[in-house]
């Protein structure tokens, strides 16, 4: 079958999705990854064959532009929706305008879906997978009629808070066979009026998929109405040398901590990013061997650099964590899921959008502790580190969780159930596959 991938021109975005099409491919299908041209350099290093549509969104200039307030709208709220007291009417619809006027919108402009539904009406793939929040992709697969699925690398805090601000507008608005967006539905209403341009009406499906290929264990899932394909997370750490170091042979002699800030804090302004600095002066003194993978620019930054620490550019996360007893980083989802699947525990600087709740639940299940980044000092984030690295129990949590991950099927095995669904799409036409299950795998 031919399959379409689809990701706005982030790495961190588009990573998660690669493992699945590597065994795509492996299987005999025809795969295409369409993005904007910023994302072309990525998919043709992970060995996928691009498509370059619109242009590049300016993510950059949004951060610039929207600031610091905006980006940490909720940075002390919960994004639970069983959280008393959290998830206001005000605080949701003002989250449902914002996010739709300076993120989906400008990720998902008209050039971008104009031009992917351009390629989709001539490649007529049979399976659109889509980022989800990249709304282009659904807009196309309903276009052409194929089958459709959003590909979660992270935990689906945005699907229970749409629900709950559907209900609050209405019982009827979150109806999928809907054809009409409430009119206080900022997101409803921007698909609505997008679908309209290619003359199809909106329903819920467009914001949902048919259904979720879910990379997250289940610890991590929030409860959803939306089935879902649960595929074990396959650490992929992007279009960068993966080149194992002599020094990584060797079994460290004291216990090794890996601090990263991720590559997406290395390539944008985002706000809030702790000072690498002051996380370097926090494990001074520790008897520890720190690796810290650090770009040429940030090193640049730095005042100085402590006895124990080994600078590196770069080196696979999936090759050094193993060899790791504790990693303290920014937060992002792939160095989360890395972790989480080789059984470190973590110190997260979570501070926007669902890395805060994937952090906070980490320190619930007790494998990990939650350091917003706003409120690290360099006391409050030593005595953390040492905790982590004195009390076992974070290595007990940490190794039930990668257990927890490993129950889940890779995502070879994960392909016949692609394929099965496409094809009951096939047959049954562009119906809903719907239901409240948790799991489409039988």
């Known amino acids: 079958m031919r399959v379409l ?21 492996a299987a005999g299908h025809e795969v295409r990854v369409a993005s904007q041209p910023a994302l072309t350099g990525s998919i043709t290093a992970a060995g996928l064959t691009a498509v370059p549509v619109g242009a590049d969104p300016g993510l950059d200039a949004m951060v610039k532009g929207v600031g610091d307030s905006v980006l940490s709208h909720h940075a002390d709220q919960s994004l639970d929706p069983d959280a008393p007291g959290q998830l206001t009417p005000a605080f949701l619809k003002g989250w449902d305008a914002m996010m739709t006027a300076t993120f989906f919108a ?7 879906v104009d031009e992917l539904v351009a390629f989709a009406r001539d490649w007529q793939p049979d399976l659109v997978l889509w980022e989800p929040f990249t709304f282009a992709g659904a807009v ?6 194929a089958a459709h699925a959003r590909v979660l690398s992270f935990p689906d805090m945005f699907m229970p808070m749409r629900q709950a601000f559907l209900a609050q507008l209405g019982p009827d608005t979150a109806d999928a066979g809907s ?29 949902t998929g048919q259904w979720s290929v879910d990379q997250v264990p289940r610890s991590f899932r929030p409860p959803s109405n939306v089935p879902a394909v649960p595929m074990r997370y396959v650490p992929y750490n992007g279009p960068v040398p993966a080149v194992v170091p002599d020094w990584l042979r060797v079994p460290p002699a004291r216990p090794r901590v890996c601090v990263t800030l991720g590559l997406t804090a290395r390539t944008s302004e ?3 990013a702790v000072p690498v600095d002051l996380v370097l002066k926090a494990i001074e003194g520790l008897d520890i061997e720190v690796v810290a993978t650090l770009g040429a620019e940030e090193r640049a930054l730095l005042t100085h650099v402590p006895d124990n620490v080994r600078l590196v550019d770069h080196v696979p996360l999936h090759a050094l964590l193993p060899t790791c007893a504790a990693v303290v980083h920014h937060g992002g989802a792939g160095t989360w899921s890395t972790a989480l699947v080789e059984g470190v525990p973590q110190i997260a600087m979570g501070w926007i959008w669902d890395a805060i709740e994937r952090a906070r639940r980490q320190q619930e299940l007790g494998a990990g502790l939650h350091l917003p980044s706003h409120e690290v000092t360099v006391e409050g984030l030593r005595s953390r580190l040492v905790r982590l690295l ?10 039930r969780l990668r257990t927890e991950a490993e129950s889940d099927p890779p995502p070879a095995e994960v392909v016949p159930v692609l394929e099965r669904l496409t094809a009951q799409h096939r047959a049954h036409g562009r119906r809903r596959l719907g239901g409240t299950s948790a799991s489409c795998v039988s």
């Open 140 to 145: 196309a697969a309903k276009v052409t009629g």
């Open 5 to 25: 991938l689809t990701s706005f021109a982030l790495d961190a975005h588009f990573n998660g999705s690669v493992p699945l099409a590597w065994a795509l491919r």
């Open 270 to 272: 985002f706000p809030n």
């Open 106 to 112: 400008l990720i998902n402009d008209d050039p971008m």
């Open 390 to 399: 004195e009390e076992p129990s974070f290595t007990e949590a940490a190794a």
């Open 179 to 207: 054809e009409s967006a409430h009119p206080e539905d900022s997101l409803g209403q921007w698909l609505q009026w997008t679908l309209g341009r290619h003359g199809l009406p909106f329903d819920e499906e467009a914001v």
